[in-house]
Each structure stands twice: as structure tokens, then as C-alpha cells.
């Protein structure tokens, strides 16, 4: 199989993991609004509000991927796996507006002392939402991990933080059961701050990706391994830039000036190789120069 090949397999793979994340969130979503509404559950519509942003973002992995899969042009010969990014930096705006929504309900619900009333009903459902997330969780993250999907990725740990989230509603709700009645307001507050500090995290991460930032301990893994491959003498200069989906790395490494250019070839393949199998899909350019220290 070759590797464009590979490349689309694994991204469509992908992409259902992101798919079963926009299905579940949406049922999600609609099942605490209607029910938290009804019930007078701060928490619990607090946690769907949350989750109607998680709709937002897992649509951008979706749309993001389901581009990717557009074959290079003329006009992007890197490929179209940005546009997920630039999906995720819209859904950011999106949950940090959400969020200070929810957090200023939380104040007006505080100062005039209009406190939650939810009954079992509410309960039930954050328990139920709680352990459908931590389900979801572990089934991306292994995903993930099959196809080496960095999106996907992040995606499962974000399944995982909506499952915690759903346990703090779950304790607000007990706790206005057994009597503290603003329980279920704070854990309200606390949902709002989750969604905005995700949104920012993801502006960051977003925003670090799109002007060509690339984590440092990664580019020195890389280095490491490069300077493992047989043929090769120094590792001179690497470079990194995530589209998405993809690395592009370059690298410059130095080998013996006496090899012929077969021989330095096979040198770049294996690079490439050992890059690929161990970072999951990347593009590889391999710049090779004359080492100046051994001429055997």
C-alpha cells in the first residue's frame, strides 16, 4: 500500500472516531437541556452547554478531516489538512463565549437566590452522561493510537475531561439532594470555567500550530533517533511544522562524502521510514551533506 494511500485510511478512520464524538454529543446535549430545563437542574444544563460546544469542536475534527482527505492542487501542495485548525480556532471563540454565558447565569442564579430543585431524573442522567463519555474516552484514545492520530488524540482526552465534568454536575445535583442547595449552582460555575479554559487552550494550541510552532521536545526526540539511523554521522539542523494531521519535518544530516548516491538515498528512506513508523504520518525531507570528519 502506498503511503498517500495509508495516509487516507487512516485519516478516514479517524474521522469516524470523530463522528461517533458528534453523535454522542449531540444526544447528549439535547437529553441535559431538555431534561436540566425541566428538572431546575443549574448543573446538569450547565454540563449540556458544555457539551453543545464539544458538538462544536468534534464537528471541526470532522470537517476537518473529511477535508484532508481533498488531494494536493496547485494551490496547496502541502495538502488540506489545516482546515482543521482553522475549524478548532472558530470552535475556541465559540466555547469561551459559552462559557462566560454560563458562568454569569451561575453569579445571577447566586445573588438572587434562585437555587436548583433537581430531582432523580437529573441524576441519572449525569450518571449515564458521565460513563457514555469515559466509554467514548477509551475508545478514541485507542483509536488514536492505532492509526497515530494526534487529533484523535486530543480528542479522547477531551471525552475524558466531559466525563469529569459530568461528575461534577453529578455531585452538584447530590449534593442539593441531600440538602446544600448551592451545590448544583458552584458546580454550574465551575462547568463554566472548565469550557472557558478549554477554549483558550485550544486557541493556544490552535494558534501556536497555524504560525509554524512546533514542540521543542519532540523536534530533539526526532534528533535522536536520526542520529541512530546507520549512514548517518551528525544531525546538522531539524526543522518541524504540524499541518493537522501531518508533520513535515526537515532535516539536515551529514554522511560520509565517499558514499554514491544510491547509497545516500537508501540513507534518506530510512529516515523517512524510521520517522513515519514512529510519529505516525509525516512527510520527511532529507537535505545530506559531506561530512568533513570521516573520509573512509
Do not use: C
Not at 93 to 113: E, L, P, R, Y
Not at 159 to 180: E, P, Y
Amino acid at each position: 500500500m502506498r503511503h498517500d494511500d495509508s495516509l487516507s485510511l487512516n485519516i478516514k478512520k479517524a474521522r469516524s472516531g470523530a463522528l461517533l464524538s458528534v453523535i454522542t454529543y449531540i444526544f447528549l446535549t439535547l437529553i441535559k437541556i431538555i431534561v436540566g430545563y425541566v428538572d431546575s437542574s443549574h448543573a446538569l444544563l450547565a454540563d449540556g452547554l458544555n457539551n453543545f460546544t464539544d458538538v462544536i469542536g468534534s464537528l471541526a475534527l470532522f470537517i476537518g478531516l473529511t477535508i484532508a482527505l481533498i488531494p494536493r492542487d496547485k494551490n496547496h501542495t502541502y495538502g488540506h489538512y489545516r482546515a482543521e485548525l482553522i475549524a478548532a480556532l472558530i470552535a475556541s471563540f465559540i466555547m469561551f463565549a459559552v462559557g462566560i454565558q454560563v458562568i454569569i447565569q451561575a453569579i445571577n442564579k447566586v445573588t438572587s437566590k434562585t437555587y436548583a430543585e433537581p430531582s432523580l431524573l437529573s441524576l441519572y442522567v449525569s450518571i449515564g452522561s458521565m460513563v457514555v463519555m469515559l466509554v467514548v474516552a477509551l475508545y478514541n484514545y485507542r483509536l488514536a493510537n492505532k492509526v497515530k492520530s494526534v487529533a484523535l488524540k486530543a480528542a479522547s482526552f477531551d471525552n475524558f475531561q466531559d466525563g469529569l465534568v459530568s461528575l461534577g454536575a453529578t455531585v452538584g445535583i447530590i449534593g442539593v439532594l441531600i440538602g446544600i442547595e448551592t451545590l448544583d449552582t458552584i458546580a454550574s460555575f465551575a462547568i463554566g470555567i472548565v469550557i472557558i479554559y478549554t477554549g483558550i487552550m485550544i486557541f493556544k494550541e490552535t494558534a501556536t500550530t497555524l504560525t509554524d510552532g512546533f514542540d521543542s521536545k519532540l523536534l530533539k526526540q526526532m534528533r535522536e533517533l536520526i542520529g541512530e539511523v546507520e549512514g548517518v554521522i551528525n544531525v546538522v539542523d531539524i526543522k518541524g511544522r504540524s499541518h493537522g494531521f501531518m508533520y513535515f519535518i526537515d532535516v539536515t544530516v551529514t554522511i560520509n562524502p565517499h558514499l554514491n548516491v544510491v547509497e545516500g538515498h537508501k540513507i534518506t528512506e530510512d529516515i523517512e521510514n524510521m520517522i513515519r513508523e514512529e510519529f505516525g504520518d509525516t512527510e520527511t525531507i532529507v537535505h545530506l551533506e559531506p561530512s568533513l570528519k570521516k573520509t573512509l
